[in-house]
DNA sequence: GTATCTGCAAATGTTTTGCACTCCA
DNA sequence: TGGAGTGCAAAACATTTGCAGATAC
């Protein structure tokens, strides 16, 4: 994992979003933000508990939930659970079918150009996403 | 509701996907096939309950499944719970932020001309997603 | 001190499974 | 009579909430 927001990067980002820094916040927000796997709540709670760093799942709820409601994260629905993605540059999504998880793909189409309004509903953002197998999970089909 | 679909072409469709003709297999796939609104399994449940036809949830629940794996019907992850897209012909979604109602749309994006593998990814299907609040909810929303 | 933050424990709601019963070839 | 179809009741999960105690400003 590259490490692309450090603890100054992040403080400045929360605040930037009128959102109180706190140690757990630091913790999710390190991991949401430098994850290119977008994980979900589960996977957030379960990483910082291995790694030593205690921290309830309701905390990562609560945060997570938070962080979304500031428009920090977005919910990318996957497989069987939702998945988080810091949103800081448009781009699309490939899902993995097998294992759910989620993978970043530079846009290819430009967000800028979609209709504000079809049939009378009112759009306000567009999502494309690809669907298949991962490298990993199409390295496990090869082996059976 | 525009009637596309009548019993002998539903009878059809199934046998065309080798499934076996029942009474509740004709009432799901009626019920799936002529919405536009795309069911969940519970509003389809709910959908032939009140319409006099006794079917359980369970039996809804097995055969959106059997149709998911035929190949007839696509799952589509909207906002609590999944809803289900006879799927036909090409086409994209609008997404109700509020009330999570699945909406067609005349697809923008041609299907074909997308990447067949992403960094070791091999993708197989490709989805674009509007998402917004839909003419109903616009207007519930200027009444407040 | 008081509002915010945290987290246990329980509720909720959807999705899924186990199993027994029914039905028809 | 046996395999497929059905459905009740319960399990399995992810998600969400209530509430009480901890923390920080």
Redesign the interface.
């Known amino acids: 994992m590259i490490e692309l927001y450090d603890k100054d990067k992040i403080v400045n980002i929360l605040k930037g979003y009128s959102i109180r820094v706190t140690p757990n916040r630091l913790k999710v927000a390190e991991i949401i933000l430098n994850s290119e796997v977008h994980p979900s709540i589960d996977e957030i709670h379960t990483i910082l508990t291995k790694s030593g760093k205690n921290i309830s799942f309701t905390s990562v709820y609560n945060i997570i939930k938070m962080f979304q409601s500031a428009g920090i994260v977005k919910e990318i629905?996957?497989k069987d659970r939702s998945r988080y993605d810091a949103n800081l540059k448009p781009h699309s999504h490939?899902i993995?079918?097998n294992c759910g998880r989620v993978?970043d793909?530079d846009m290819e189409?430009t967000n800028s150009n979609?209709p504000t309004s079809?049939?009378?509903?009112?759009?306000?953002?567009?999502?494309?996403?690809?669907?298949?197998?991962?490298?990993e999970c199409?390295n496990d089909n090869k082996d059976n």
Do not use: A, R, W
């Open positions: 629905k996957s490939f993995c079918k993978f793909v189409i979609f079809i049939n009378g509903m009112s759009v306000d953002s567009l999502e494309v996403t690809y669907y298949g197998l991962c490298s199409n």
